[in-house]
């Protein structure tokens, strides 16, 4: 019988209660020294898992756990779709939301390590896009205000198709969260590296790590492996909610067919002149502008649990990494403080935040796309330990705080954002 309704998913996800973890990921354990206080959920609590998601009509869950700097625990948790009630397992791909942000920070690390990005020279000197404003402050945007949120841009335009973008104070002077920002970043990361955002990370981060599951872009096995997004709150009947970045590509991967060339290729050009046909095929405002149809470095990417906490250990501390790797001092770089605001609990490094606890200074960042997906990770560099848990409901914060809290034994202030 399908299932058409948030009271009828709830059943659903009742009946399905009982068969508790419906994935069981494949771990690469820790050493039993290292479980001693380890972050990994207890029994009790995963017991009681089925029963929060119910509660709050999230779906379906993913958790990946680091320890000693390995990924060594993960499990699937519901459904990945509560019509048609396929499992969350090993292969099912989440939408990171902004967790999307420091992975692309350590993409722009790489490539200031390899020289060929300066943190500190304006970003309109990489490339100017032709939708910036007309205004001095641009051009002391620099890409370490990106990384660090100080460019003083708005988050999103409302209307991107006919709005300039502009800051709106002067860059450096305050913490101004901006997706925008990333996203201009990400153009000038395709004039550096002459690769599209996608091609780019595959090449200097996701092939290296062994990310294979993992993509800013889309296609066909992604579209089949990819959680659908769920609001907590739906009228009976109203079936899905928009899920924007799955439907907007859905229709550009047909101009991609049709080009031979696949949506993980396109750059900011491709985009431009695909508009007018995805345009056509779409629905009524579901695509305006470019930025509609392309990976988003600020929000796009996919991967599946265990290859965002493969992710995390990168920013552990050890004595060796690997070549491909950034150098040391440059991860510990991320994990610093970059800009001084008076009065504010939490600090902002290159891509990460950063929050003190009883243990010392934890990094961590959220994430949310379209009230429908909720994303948290957060880890300790020095005890070489992260946590992230990936979900399908817009009331995901919920359910991630409570796996966090069970699992780090920190009440973090980050989660009242």
């Known amino acids: 019988m399908p299932i058409r309704s948030l009271s009828d998913r709830r059943r659903f996800m009742a009946g399905t209660a009982a068969l508790g973890v419906l994935g069981l990921l494949p771990v690469r354990r820790a050493s039993a020294a290292s479980r001693k206080g ?47 009630g396929a ?22 690390m790489q490539l200031a390590d390899q020289g060929l990005i300066d943190l500190d020279r304006p970003l309109v000197r990489y490339r100017r896009p032709e939708y910036l404003a007309d205004h001095p402050w641009i051009a002391l945007i620099t890409p370490r205000d990106v990384l660090r ?5 708005p988050n999103w335009r409302s209307a ?42 595959r090449t200097h981060l996701f092939g290296p790590a062994g990310m294979k599951d993992s993509s800013y ?14 609001r907590a709150h739906d009228q009976p009947g109203t079936g899905l909610p928009r899920q924007m970045f799955r439907e907007q590509w859905t229709v550009a991967q047909q101009i991609a067919d049709r080009w031979g060339k696949p949506l993980s290729a396109w750059k900011y ?61 440059t991860r510990k770089a991320m994990l610093t403080p970059q800009i001084k605001i008076p009065g504010r609990w939490t ?3 290159l891509g990460w935040n950063m929050e003190q606890t009883r243990d010392g200074p934890v990094f961590y960042h959220s ?23 990936l979900t399908n409901g817009g009331s995901g914060s919920f359910v991630h705080q409570r796996v966090v809290r069970a699992a780090t034994g920190y009440d973090l202030l980050s989660y009242d954002l």
């Open 38 to 84: 380890a972050w990994i959920p207890d029994a009790e609590f995963l017991a009681e898992l089925p029963r929060i998601m119910q509660a709050f009509a999230v779906p379906g869950v993913g958790i990946a756990v680091v320890e000693d700097g390995a990924v060594a625990w993960s499990r699937g948790f519901g459904v990945t779709n509560a019509i048609t």
């Open 269 to 329: 050009e491709d985009a431009e002149r695909a508009l007018p046909e995805v345009v056509a095929l779409a629905p009524a405002g579901l695509v305006t502008w470019p930025g509609d149809i392309l990976a988003n470095a600020a929000a796009s990417l996919r991967t599946t649990v265990q290859d965002y906490a493969a992710f995390l250990t990168l920013m552990m501390a050890r004595k060796r990494r690997a070549p491909w790797e950034i150098a040391e001092t």
């Open 149 to 153: 949120h100080s460019t003083g841009l």
């Open 347 to 349: 600090e902002k490094g």
């Open 160 to 201: 991107p198709a006919t709005e300039k973008l502009v800051p709106m104070v002067e860059p450096g002077t305050r913490i101004d969260y901006s997706g925008e920002a990333f996203f201009w970043l990400q153009l000038a990361v395709e004039t550096i590296t002459g690769q599209s955002l996608d091609d780019a990370a």
């Open 367 to 389: 994430g949310s796309n379209g009230g429908i997906f909720k994303n948290f990770a957060v880890g300790d560099a020095q005890r070489r330990r992260g946590i992230v848990v």
């Open 87 to 108: 499992p969350v397992d090993a292969r099912t791909v989440f939408e990171d939301a902004s967790l999307s942000k420091p992975v692309f920070a350590y993409l722009v």
């Open 217 to 230: 872009a889309w296609n066909a096995d992604l579209a089949a492996r990819s959680v659908y997004g769920h």
